[in-house]
Structures are given as structure tokens and as C-alpha cells.
């Protein structure tokens, strides 16, 4: 495990719940944050790892957290491992303050991600979510002034009542703040949400597709690098590397309730529940040994997300057993335009990335066979 | 044996009102199944059966009951299966006894199934004796229940045994009665053999097992037997009881209720309701009531997968081993291959079937809608029976069609019965009568085609009635009616399996109703789909599934790599229980739609 160089860490607490939210969270407690910077900082100091290329600090909002225990975690990082080549923070503008803007930046973070979800207060109300615009350019404006450069913005779209012009509105505001890379996401409803709850309907595919390509064909215009799915980069030095490693299939670690790992062919996931987790107990709450037809898929899964080709030359070699079937998919994949494949390159194309989960879906039967 | 110790009896009830757990009772206070080994409801064995708390195949259990009056009683309980699509078997069951146990629900009272079973009971000369269970409910008023059996039956009710049944309550009350006023067996040992076949099993090993009320004469190993109906001759190999076990027993005689095997092979050779007889001592005439079932509801079975459609013929043959009554036979669809049209009793015993082939057989089938036999006479003057929709003729060279009509007769509670009345005109009903049960219950009588009944209209029944409604019905016969085939397209493509057959006047209003559900029901694909509902070459019915957009998870980091694994591979597992008709893929549920009836 000493070779993984990609850690992600999860703050479980928010100042307030979002509607659409599933990530492991609570609303900020000070005692049991305390408890959890605490066991966070045991796993740090325990991990094997030796060094870092990436590390992302996810949440819930990590910017709940008050200056003191912000401070405590981000020491025991800067201890563990120097010269990190991307250390992201997750912040909510609401929460965030100078000095904690100036904490992030002494304990060597270099990169922000904040969640903005849509610029519409009315949209906001629905969401249960707060990001004023105001405070947002405030807090964009710190970051820059301690030096904090490399900033991306979280926007949804497909939200309830939402327009197509809302959305633009929304992106265009951002890019007015000419953030290195923004992050699109259509609203998924999940079961263990206040949405999911109020069985809340998402909306209509054909509204949803167009919000998709509207936010593709304004950006794209603009000079930006639509490089994943939902992930669009100023220029490609700014692409998220943290989470090119998941989507380059890496290994990884993640410490904190509810967080993945994945090293080699065992994946696991820590206990969801928050006080299990500070008391150790019923750590995981799964763990797999992925097998060869797992990792193939799972590989491709991530990998087609991407613009950049995929050399499929490491599965010849160590997954022979596939070759033949995956071949034959991809070709047929490839009729449909949906692929380039020129064997060992593959890449997804636009059309293909519109239509992955079929895509992936096709790659999944085809191995059965 | 002596006959005059001997009872035999079934227990009849309305679903629901407990007829499992009181043979469950029985059985323990007669200590044919010690406590400790019970299992609740030991005689519905079938896994469906206990599942859905109905009895699908019959069962009859010797006991010895030691009585108040000293004498030890050989008692043999017959099961009845409790549905509608089971009358004929339960008449034959009914045909082996002297007596039944009526078992009315002390808070429910008296519902459709009951008078049918009542008066199924009553044409096979048999004593009734009613039972109020469920007096522990808070909701039980046995003494209207008891008003109601008298007024509505005609069966005196005053000294009828109240009990329970979960608790145990006054179970011995019930024996008594059994003994005391279900007259023994008359039979004539000396006689030459009559038996009433009315149920058989399947055994691997054994081949068919009959089960038989011994009526005249006897039955012993080594006997040549005739079937008479099938002329089917057999050597018996082993014969007994079931107490619940197997008991063998050298011989049965006149007035016992068992078994026979002997080594048979065809379960066409024996027919429930048949007469045995011997070969060298033959009776002349054989016991009355025998007639052959005719399936009332027929579908199309056709595997998804296509490759599994030798396996679905093993299922339905082994499935038939033991079920006479599924009729089957090799059919082609354009749009879904290779399969069976089958033919059933009625819309449970169609479930029953399907869900035994996909569990039991683990084969995903598609179920085509489905349809009654229609009559359909053609202008050359003859005539031809049409149980496939897209199989019916062109409209120039049909005269007319006939239509299947049943009669149904319906309990609800006085609120309900100007809706229910709606419901039945709405279904084409035709009203017969309007019956007092007591003050706040009517039960009302209806001719109604069969084909609506297919539909939805149990469904509708309970949902407009709240779950109050009761519900049965017999086959009367043929009527004329003004019939069209509905044919449905999809990506202009007509869909044979999706044809149906409607009335004139109410196909426009169906076939919306149609294309809309199967417009949520299809899934999205890549590009537009219209569609249509048709009669000859008229669209009456359009709508469209738009294009999908997009598909493809909006965020997918390290933590989302399992569940969205598991979402991909529920979506492949989906694909598994689509069919491509045309370029277009279909979900299984989509070829029920037509049942759908939303209007």
C-alpha cells in the first residue's frame, strides 16, 4: 500500500443539509468534530503511504470546520507528506473566513472547489442550499489574495422548476470569475435524500439533455476543455488531477466515514455511521476483492469518461481472457459512434460520453458472454 | 371396515376466512401432526400456495377423532382448493364427502365465494354444517353473521359452533357436529368397485397418483383398474392413506377416501372426476358429474431469452405432469419468436403458472395479454375458435363473433353499490339482480363478458369497494357481440403480440389508454418512437416516446465506483427481460399493458 499517492479525506459535517445531498454528513456538532479530526489524524499518522501526488479534502463541507480543527488536520498532513502536488479543499463560501482562507494556504492547499449549485435564490430555496453570489466573490476574491489560485466551481442543472436560461445564467456568472475549471452536475435523485424522500421527479431527459449541451457549447466556447463528463478545465494543465486518478483507475485511499479505497484488486468503504467510525467499530461497511472481469469493467467505466485515449494493451497483457469479446464490442461500439478504437487506443466520443451508461452497459454483456 | 365410523368431509370458506388454520386444528387435536412438527397450514404444501394463503392443489387427511360419545371415529378431511378458477375440482372434492364444515368469518360474514361454495356443496347432496370463526376479533358479531346464514343460505345457524381457529377455541364443536350430523358412508362393499377420482399427483418415482373416495366395492394390490372415461387400463402397485403421511394399506374399502398408484405414466389417463372400476368385475355405469375442463383464459408464454425456449417446453410439460388442466401448444410470434400459446382455467391459475416457470424454472418469460376463446362464425357459414388475437380473420370474412359471458355475482357493502353498478354497465355488464343479505350488505348479479373480467375488472372491483367487495363467477355461455381487432405499432411496425380484441364502441377510449402506458413503459432510446393503435388501417390512438438525450452518470469519483457498478449492472440485468421487436426494446411488462385500463 505504500506506493498509493492519491488520498481523499471525508469531513462528514455541514453547517446545513441540502436536499439533494447523500454524501456521509451531520449538521456541525464541535464535540464530535473533535472526535473525528482526531481519529482522522490517527489514520493519517498511520497511513503507509510515503508520498503524495494528490490529496482532497471532501466532505460534507470541510469548511464547517472551525479554524482550530481545520488547522489540527491540515498540520498532521503537512507533517505526514511534503510537496503535495494537488491538495484541494471542498469549501462552502458561507462558512469559509479570511483565516481560514489563510490556514489552507499555509498548510500548503492549492486548489478549491466550492460549491455554488446555481446563482437563483429561488433555485437555492429549492435545494436547501446557500451560496450567496455575493459571498461566493468574496471568498473567491481572499482565495486569490492569499494565493490561491487554482479555483473550480460546482453548478447543477435538471433541477426542479429550472430553466435552461437559469443555467446559463448561472455558468455565465461564473466564468465572469474566471475560475480554472468547473464541475456541471445533473441533479440525481437519490432514496436516502429529502428528495428522494419527497419523491421529488427528476426532470425530463429532453430538458436535461439540451441544459447538458447548452453548458457544453457556451464553455466549449468560451475556451474551455470539456475533458470529462461533467469536468471542464481553463486549459489541461488545470484538470483536476486528484480525480484523474479515479477516472485513470489508480489506486487510492480514502480515510473518514464513508470513504472508498481502492489498492490493487481490494476495494472497501468505511462505515457510514460517524460514531462508529470515532469508535471504531464495524469499520467497513463493504469490502470486495475485485476480480479480473471487475477490474476490466470498472477500468473501462472510469476511463471512457475521459477525452484522453485509454491504452487497452495493459488488459492483452494481464487479462487475456477478455480480449477477444472486448474486441468484438468495441468495434461494433465504434460502428455506432460512439468510440475511436484503434487497438490498444481507445476514446469515447462526445456521443459516446452522452450515451456511457449504454456504452458500459454493452462492454458488461459482451464479457459475460 | 365399519362404515358407520367412518365421516367424510371437506372444509369450505370464503378466502381468508380461515379454513387452513381450522384444518391446521383438527389436525393437532387429533394428534395426526404431534404439535411440535406442525407447521402452520400443513395442508397447502405448494411454497405459492402458503405464499399467497390459497389452496391451489387438494389434499385429504385420514384422522382418528375419539369422540364424547366414547366411540373412536376414522374422520378423512379433503381439501378444496379456495378460488374461482378451481370450481370444478372443488365439485369433485365436494363429491367425496357426506358433509361439509362451513367456515363463515364472524366479522366478515358471508362473501361471494361462500354461497359458491355453499351451493356447489348443496348440488352434491351434502349436510352443511356453518361454523362462525374468529369470535375473538374485536370486530366479530357472530349473531348477524348467523341472521345472514339463515336469511341468505336457508341453513339454520343458531347452533353453529363458534370459534377460533388461530386460538384453538371450540375446535372439538366442530368434530362433533361433523359426527353427529354428517351421515357415514353408504356405500356397498360387495358392490362392483366405483371410485371417484379427485386429485392427482405427480411422484418421479411412481409415476401419477390418484387419489380416490372409494364409493362401492374395493380397491387391493394386484387389481386391474379401469379409468372409465379415459378407458385408461392400470395394475395397482401400492394403495394407503395420508394421515398426513404416506400410510400404504393392503386394500381400500367402500367409504374410505386414499390413494392408488400404478405405474402411471400420462396424466391424460386420469381425469379428475373419473370413475375406477375393474376390468374383470366392471361397473356398468360410472358416478355422475365427470366432465372435461376446458381452459376459459388463454396467453402466450415466450421465453426473453430465446435460446430457453426448449427449456420452457420441459417446464410446461413437467408442470403439466401434475396439471391436467394447463393446456399448451407450439405457437410463433413475428415479434417475439419462438414460444406457447397456453390455455388456463382462469387468471390465477395463469399466474400460478407463470410464476412457477420463472421461479421454479428460472426462465423470464414474457406473458402476452390475456385473451378468452372467441366463436367466431365466417361468411362461408362456419365457424372457428380464436383464442390469439392476431390470429382473428379479416372483417370481410367474418359474419359475426361470439363472446364468452359469465355470470357475477358480487357482495358489497350497501355504499358501495352504485359504483360497483357503474363499474359493471361500464364493463358491458348486464344487470340480473339485486339481492338483501342483511342491512348492510346487497349482493348483486351480472352477465358480463368474460374478456372484461380478464381485464381489470377484479381490480377495479376492490379498489372501488375499498377491499370490501366479493367477488365470483360461473361461465353461462356465448353472446354476439360488436367485435374489432386492435392491432398496436411501434416505430409503425404492427406488434402481433400486442393485438387485442375490443369492442366496437369502446376501442378508441382502450386504445389511448394503451399507447399512453406503453409510452411509459418503454423505455427511452435513441431516437423517437411513435406509438400506434389501429383497426384495419385507421390510426384511432397515437402518442410518441422522445429520443433519449443522455445517459450517462453525472458524477462518478472513487466513492461512487461500487454503487454505480451496481446501477449499471441493474440496468444490464433489465436488458435481460427486454425483447428487441423490431429495432425497438421492449420490457416484459409492456405486453400486459393492454390490461392496464386506466380510463
Known sequence: MNHVEHLYLHIPFCTHICAYCDFVKSRYHEGLADQVIQRLIEDIEGCPSHHLKTCYIGGGTPSALSLQQLERLLESIQNKWRNIEEFSVEINPEDMTYEKMACLKKHGVNRLSMGVQAVQQRLLTILLAITILRMLKKVTQWAHECGINNISYDLMYGLPTQTIDEFKTSILEMVTLNPTHLSLYALTIEPNTAFGRQKIQPVDNELEGFMYQCAIDTLTQLGYHHYEVSSFAKSYDFRSQHNLSYWRYKDFIGLGPGAASKVGNQRWTNTRNIHHYTLKENLLSEEVSLTHQDIVIEHLMMGLRLDEPLDLSFLSKEYPEFEGQLNEVLNQVSDLGWCYYDYPKLVSTPLGRLFLHDFIVKIMEALDH | ?599
Not at chain 2, 472 to 480: A, H, L
Request: net charge negative; aromatic share 6%; proline share 4%.
Open chain 2, 1 to 599: 371396515m365399519d362404515q358407520s365410523r367412518i365421516r367424510n368431509f371437506s372444509i369450505i370458506a370464503h378466502i381468508d376466512h380461515g379454513k387452513s388454520t381450522l384444518a391446521d386444528r383438527i389436525l393437532e387435536l387429533t394428534q395426526t401432526v404431534a404439535s411440535r412438527e406442525m407447521m402452520a397450514q400443513i395442508l397447502d404444501s405448494l411454497d405459492l400456495e402458503r405464499e399467497r394463503g390459497i389452496t391451489i392443489k387438494l389434499n385429504a387427511v385420514q384422522l382418528q377423532y375419539k369422540a364424547r360419545d366414547g366411540e373412536v371415529y376414522t374422520l378423512h378431511l379433503i381439501d378444496t382448493p379456495g378460488h374461482v378458477d378451481f370450481t370444478y375440482e372443488v365439485s369433485r372434492s365436494l363429491a367425496a364427502c357426506e358433509g361439509a364444515v362451513l367456515v363463515v368469518d364472524a366479522a366478515q360474514g358471508i362473501e361471494a365465494q361462500t354461497l359458491a361454495n355453499v351451493y356447489l356443496a348443496l348440488d352434491n347432496d351434502l349436510e352443511i354444517i356453518p361454523v362462525i370463526n374468529k369470535v375473538d376479533l374485536p370486530s366479530a358479531d357472530p349473531q348477524r353473521v348467523i341472521e345472514a346464514i339463515e336469511n341468505t343460505i336457508g341453513l339454520e345457524a343458531k347452533d353453529a359452533p363458534l370459534i377460533s381457529a388461530k386460538n384453538g377455541l371450540n375446535i372439538e364443536d366442530v368434530l362433533e357436529a361433523v359426527i353427529k350430523k354428517v351421515p357415514p358412508p353408504r356405500g356397498d362393499i360387495n358392490k362392483p368397485l366405483k371410485a371417484l377420482v379427485f386429485d392427482s399427483i405427480f411422484d418421479p418415482y411412481r409415476g401419477i397418483i390418484a387419489y380416490i373416495r372409494v364409493v362401492d366395492g374395493s380397491i387391493k394390490i394386484g387389481d386391474k383398474l379401469r379409468f372409465m372415461a379415459t378407458q385408461a387400463e392400470y395394475e395397482v402397485v401400492e394403495c394407503g392413506v395420508r394421515t398426513p403421511k404416506e400410510v400404504k394399506k393392503q386394500q381400500l374399502v367402500a367409504g374410505e377416501v386414499g390413494w392408488v398408484a400404478a405405474a402411471i405414466k400420462s396424466i391424460k389417463d386420469v381425469r379428475v372426476g373419473d370413475t375406477i372400476t375393474h376390468v374383470h368385475r366392471p361397473s356398468l355405469e360410472p358416478l355422475k358429474g365427470y366432465r372435461e375442463l376446458n381452459s376459459m383464459v388463454f396467453c402466450g408464454l415466450y421465453p426473453t431469452d430465446t435460446s430457453k425456449y426448449n427449456d420452457l417446453r420441459e417446464a410446461l410439460e413437467k408442470l403439466n405432469l401434475n396439471d391436467a388442466a394447463l393446456k399448451f401448444e407450439a405457437e410463433t410470434s413475428v415479434a417475439l419468436g419462438f414460444g406457447f400459446r397456453c390455455g388456463f382455467l382462469g387468471l390465477l391459475h395463469m399466474d400460478v403458472v407463470q410464476e412457477r416457470i420463472e421461479r421454479e424454472y428460472k426462465i423470464p418469460l414474457i406473458a402476452t395479454a390475456p385473451s378468452v376463446v372467441y366463436h367466431v362464425y365466417l361468411t362461408d357459414g362456419s365457424m372457428i375458435t380464436i383464442d390469439n388475437p392476431s390470429l382473428l380473420p379479416p372483417v370481410q370474412k367474418i359474419q359475426r363473433i361470439e363472446e364468452p359471458f359469465v355470470k357475477a355475482t358480487m357482495m358489497v357493502p350497501n355504499e358501495y353499490v352504485g359504483a360497483l353498478m357503474e363499474l359493471c354497465h361500464k364493463k358491458r355488464g348486464i344487470y340480473e339482480d339485486l339481492v338483501v343479505i342483511d342491512d348492510q350488505r346487497r349482493q348483486l348479479i351480472y352477465q358480463v363478458p368474460l374478456s372484461e373480467i380478464v381485464y381489470d375488472f377484479f381490480d377495479r372491483l376492490k379498489s372501488i369497494s375499498r377491499g370490501y367487495a366479493s367477488f365470483d363467477y360461473e361461465f353461462i355461455g356465448y353472446v354476439e357481440s360488436k367485435l374489432v381487432k386492435m392491432d398496436i405499432l411501434l416505430n409503425s411496425e404492427s406488434v402481433d403480440a400486442l393485438s387485442i380484441i375490443v369492442h366496437r364502441d369502446f376501442a378508441y377510449g382502450r386504445g389511448k389508454v394503451i399507447v399512453e402506458k406503453l409510452k411509459e413503459l418503454i423505455p427511452r432510446q435513441q431516437f423517437e418512437i411513435p406509438v400506434q393503435a389501429s383497426i384495419g388501417n385507421k390510426v384511432i390512438a397515437r402518442s410518441d416516446i422522445k429520443a433519449l438525450r443522455k445517459n450517462v452518470l453525472a458524477k462518478c469519483y472513487g466513492g461512487d465506483i461500487s454503487r454505480k457498478r451496481k446501477l449499471l449492472e441493474k440496468q444490464k440485468e433489465g436488458k435481460k427481460r427486454m425483447k428487441q421487436v423490431g429495432n425497438v426494446e421492449v420490457p416484459q411488462e409492456a405486453f400486459m399493458a393492454v390490461l392496464s385500463m386506466d380510463e
